[in-house]
């Protein structure tokens, strides 16, 4: 992109990189002269606030386009952002204390009702799609073992058919997972379906529409299945979950034209002629710098693509309470005493946003991961993507107000609760972390030398590998990465230098206990997660789910997949009906997951024991790249 732009006010930079590269004497002068050259014309093609269009599209500058969100009504200002500017909140205790019960008292049958109604959020009222009224919806709380019947209603007023996913519940038949095409046919407006099944486990797990982008409207809640015997945890005083999420008014239909129509249409923050100096000083030196931009302007993307969807749109809430909303809600609360163990439940149900979740001060014991208990480990942060679910301990040292802080992973906003001692005493706001900024790790372009190599596993089972080579460069497929590499001993893009923190990573998961039958694999299937960033195409193999037959798996066989990504952003790949066994260096430890992030330019391997017959989803977390094309289905018969 950025060389298309640099050819058409007239600079050549392949003649610029040649005479750098070949500093004979008489070239001294021209060398200097076409360093400086290159950077103002790299400066001037990638500077947003240039205002110059692009070839015969439709694009705007950045400056017109946030002047168009707000003309149209959008927030255009993250929370995050704002408080950056500003300094912070200021003062230790800040009043009106606000608490959201989710509890839900358990009845069988439960009834579900989904409906299009209005739901007030920052003191604007918009119209949601809901689940018994409330954003998020109402915690199902069960025990392992039970029976459980519920009955989904899909009123009039819906626009579309609709369906509940229930998130992680592994072992469920495939006819009640909730996947409309799959599973099921989906719940047309006017019309009820009622999901029977036995709750195969304990666990954190949450529940959602699996239709369209209900659930970026709304359609999410959480579920709690406690154990049939003898909880493996030791006993808490106080018990919390949190919601994360986002909201923005633009909607699913409008949010895809604009990505579609420019890749980093809601990347406010890209490199310009300002952000020099540091490029320097974080690329090792000027010549570094200028090779960094070069290369990211061949590949077409920009190293500042962190999100799809950034704070500049969205509102981060909690349990559907934004921080500083205009309606006075001033945060999640969560009480306790001191020496009291709090039991703090998390899930993100954000659809488009890999949170960073700390509560400074205050260390953090994960006792569940994914609903599966694990080996306690202490940190003071960890990264939750969509769709996962983490448990944690915390024994708040002080008697005084902690905040829960919630950063997505571009640093556009945040959001943020209050553990507190008493109600109207609120936690000041932390300032929110450097943004970041893709890498050569991120492109998968690491030398040997220095990549990581990929924890040891049994192959002695292994007889056949399927593997397509590495994916075609097509409409559909913009990058291959010629060197992935482990990152699972990597908490990802903004956490890596982070010293006076303990911060999670995928090697700490470590399994309370072994996994019952577990056997070595007997096939390895490998799969590129694929992707073009221009046209918004996502995919598997160079292929959208439109292109793409299922992948079938022998009941009862084991298969380890190797997912390479290719792409430049992180991908969360969820799996249906089945559990990922990760492959993490933990041997017959290694934990269990439903939704595991890859890393751009990682390769991450899982095994699946192919025990629970039917159609299953495999697909990106991240909702719009699933319904883009990041999307599979497995078929176990």
């Given at each position: 992109?950025?060389?298309?732009?640099?050819?058409?006010?007239?600079?050549?930079?392949?003649?610029?990189?040649?005479?750098?590269?070949?500093?004979?004497?008489?070239?001294?002068?021209?060398?200097?002269?076409?360093?400086?050259?290159?950077?103002?014309?790299?400066?001037?093609?990638?500077?947003?606030?240039?205002?110059?269009?692009?070839?015969?599209?439709?694009?705007?500058?950045?400056?017109?386009?946030?002047?168009?969100?707000?003309?149209?009504?959008?927030?255009?200002?993250?929370?995050?952002?704002?408080?950056?500017?500003?300094?912070?909140?200021?003062?230790?205790?800040?009043?009106?204390?606000?608490?959201?019960?989710?509890?839900?008292?358990?009845r069988?049958?439960?009834?579900?009702?989904?409906?299009?109604?209005?739901?007030?959020?920052?003191?604007?009222?918009?119209?949601?799609?809901?689940?018994?009224?409330?954003?998020?919806?109402?915690?199902?709380?069960?025990?392992?073992?039970?029976?459980?019947?519920?009955?989904?209603?899909?009123h009039?007023?819906?626009p579309?058919?609709?369906?509940?996913h229930?998130?992680?519940?592994?072992?469920?038949?495939?006819?009640?997972?909730?996947?409309?095409?799959?599973?099921?046919?989906?719940?047309?407006?006017g019309e009820?379906?009622?999901?029977?099944?036995?709750?195969?486990?304990?666990?954190?797990?949450?529940?959602?529409?699996?239709?369209?982008?209900?659930?970026?409207?709304?359609?999410?809640?959480p579920?709690?299945?406690?154990?049939?015997?003898?909880?493996?945890?030791?006993?808490?005083?106080?018990?919390?979950?949190?919601?994360?999420?986002?909201?923005?008014?633009?909607?699913?239909?409008?949010?895809?034209?604009?990505?579609?129509?420019?890749?980093?249409?809601?990347?406010?923050?890209?490199?310009?002629?300002?952000?020099?100096?540091?490029?320097?000083?974080?690329?090792?030196?000027?010549?570094?710098?200028?090779?960094?931009?070069?290369?990211?302007?061949?590949?077409?993307?920009?190293?500042?693509?962190?999100?799809?969807?950034?704070?500049?749109?969205?509102?981060?809430?909690?349990?559907?309470?934004?921080?500083?909303?205009?309606?006075?809600?001033?945060?999640?609360?969560?009480?306790?005493?001191?020496?009291?163990?709090?039991?703090?439940?998390?899930?993100?149900?954000?659809?488009?946003?890999?949170?960073?979740?700390?509560?400074?001060?205050?260390?953090?014991?994960?006792?569940?991961?994914?609903g599966?208990?694990?080996?306690?480990?202490?940190?003071?942060?960890?990264?939750?993507?969509p769709?996962?679910?983490?448990?944690?301990?915390?024994?708040?040292?002080?008697?005084?107000?902690?905040?829960?802080?919630?950063?997505?992973?571009?640093?556009?906003?945040?959001?943020?609760?209050?553990?507190?001692?008493?109600?109207?005493?609120?936690?000041?706001v932390?300032?929110?972390?450097?943004?970041?900024?893709?890498?050569?790790?991120?492109?998968?372009?690491?030398?040997?030398?220095?990549?990581?190599?990929?924890p040891?596993?049994?192959?002695?089972?292994?007889?056949?590998?399927?593997?397509?080579g590495p994916?075609?460069?097509?409409?559909?497929?913009?990058?291959v990465?010629?060197?992935?590499?482990?990152?699972?001993?990597?908490?990802?893009?903004?956490?890596?230098?982070?010293?006076?923190r303990?911060?999670?990573?995928?090697?700490?998961?470590?399994?309370?206990?072994?996994?019952?039958?577990?056997?070595?694999?007997?096939?390895?299937?490998?799969?590129?997660?694929?992707?073009?960033?221009?046209?918004?195409?996502?995919?598997?193999?160079?292929?959208?789910f439109?292109?793409?037959?299922?992948?079938?798996?022998?009941?009862?066989?084991?298969?380890?997949?190797?997912?390479?990504?290719?792409?430049?952003?992180?991908?969360?790949?969820?799996?249906?009906?089945?559990?990922?066994?990760?492959?993490?260096?933990?041997?017959?430890?290694?934990?269990?997951?439903?939704?595991?992030?890859?890393?751009?330019?990682?390769v991450?391997r899982?095994?699946v024991?192919?025990?629970?017959?039917?159609l299953?989803a495999?697909?990106?977390?991240?909702?719009?790249?699933?319904?883009?094309?990041?999307?599979?289905?497995?078929?176990?018969?």
């Amino acid at each position: 992109m950025i060389e298309g732009r640099m050819l058409e006010t007239g600079l050549q930079p392949l003649a610029f990189v040649s005479a750098l590269k070949n500093p004979t004497p008489s070239s001294v002068l021209w060398r200097a002269v076409a360093a400086t050259l290159v950077v103002c014309g790299a400066v001037l093609a990638t500077t947003p606030a240039q205002g110059a269009t692009d070839t015969g599209s439709h694009r705007m500058s950045h400056g017109q386009r946030r002047a168009s969100l707000g003309a149209s009504g959008f927030k255009v200002t993250g929370h995050g952002r704002h408080l950056l500017r500003t300094g912070g909140i200021k003062g230790p205790y800040l009043p009106d204390a606000t608490r959201y019960d989710l509890t839900m008292p358990y009845r069988s049958p439960t009834v579900l009702d989904v409906t299009a109604q209005k739901f007030t959020l920052d003191g604007k009222t918009r119209v949601a799609l809901l689940i018994n009224g409330r954003m998020p919806a109402p915690l199902l709380r069960w025990r392992e073992g039970d029976d459980v019947t519920i009955t989904v209603n899909c009123h009039d007023d819906m626009p579309m058919p609709t369906s509940i996913h229930w998130h992680g519940l592994q072992d469920i038949p495939s006819n009640q997972d909730g996947t409309p095409g799959l599973s099921f046919a989906g719940i047309k407006p006017g019309e009820s379906f009622t999901y029977h099944f036995k709750v195969p486990q304990a666990g954190t797990y949450w529940y959602h529409s699996q239709t369209g982008a209900e659930m970026a409207r709304g359609m999410y809640g959480p579920i709690i299945v406690d154990p049939k015997g003898p909880s493996p945890y030791p006993k808490a005083q106080r018990d919390y979950v949190l919601v994360l999420s986002g909201w923005t008014d633009v909607i699913p239909r409008e949010l895809i034209s604009n990505v579609k129509m420019y890749d980093d249409y809601y990347d406010f923050d890209q490199r310009s002629f300002t952000t020099i100096p540091e490029e320097i000083k974080t690329e090792g030196g000027f010549w570094n710098a200028l090779q960094s931009r070069l290369l990211w302007s061949r590949l077409r993307m920009t190293a500042t693509d962190i999100a799809d969807v950034t704070g500049e749109v969205y509102s981060y809430i909690i349990n559907g309470i934004a921080h500083g909303s205009k309606a006075g809600a001033d945060g999640w609360t969560g009480i306790f005493s001191k020496g009291e163990r709090v039991r703090l439940h998390f899930v993100n149900a954000g659809g488009m946003s890999l949170f960073d979740v700390r509560i400074p001060g205050c260390a953090m014991t994960l006792i569940e991961a994914d609903g599966r208990p694990i080996q306690p480990v202490t940190v003071d942060e960890f990264r939750i993507a969509p769709g996962e679910t983490y448990v944690v301990d915390v024994t708040p040292p002080e008697e005084r107000p902690y905040p829960v802080f919630i950063q997505p992973e571009d640093r556009s906003g945040y959001a943020i609760g209050s553990l507190t001692p008493r109600a109207t005493w609120r936690a000041p706001v932390p300032p929110l972390d450097e943004r970041p900024t893709r890498t050569l790790v991120d492109l998968g372009r690491l030398p040997p030398g220095e990549r990581a190599p990929l924890p040891p596993v049994d192959d002695s089972a292994l007889a056949e590998i399927d593997d397509p080579g590495p994916p075609p460069l097509n409409a559909d497929n913009q990058y291959v990465a010629p060197h992935p590499t482990d990152r699972t001993d990597d908490p990802g893009d903004g956490l890596r230098h982070v010293p006076e923190r303990r911060i999670l990573n995928y090697t700490m998961l470590k399994a309370r206990f072994p996994a019952p039958g577990q056997k070595p694999p007997t096939r390895e299937i490998v799969l590129h997660l694929t992707g073009n960033l221009e046209r918004y195409i996502w995919g598997f193999n160079s292929r959208k789910f439109s292109d793409s037959g299922p992948i079938k798996l022998k009941q009862g066989e084991v298969v380890r997949f190797k997912v390479i990504n290719d792409t430049i952003m992180e991908q969360p790949l969820h799996l249906h009906g089945l559990w990922m066994q990760l492959e993490n260096g933990q041997g017959p430890y290694r934990p269990l997951k439903h939704t595991i992030i890859v890393q751009p330019g990682a390769v991450a391997r899982f095994v699946v024991q192919a025990d629970n017959p039917g159609l299953w989803a495999l697909q990106c977390q991240l909702i719009y790249r699933g319904l883009m094309g990041m999307f599979r289905a497995i078929e176990v018969k």
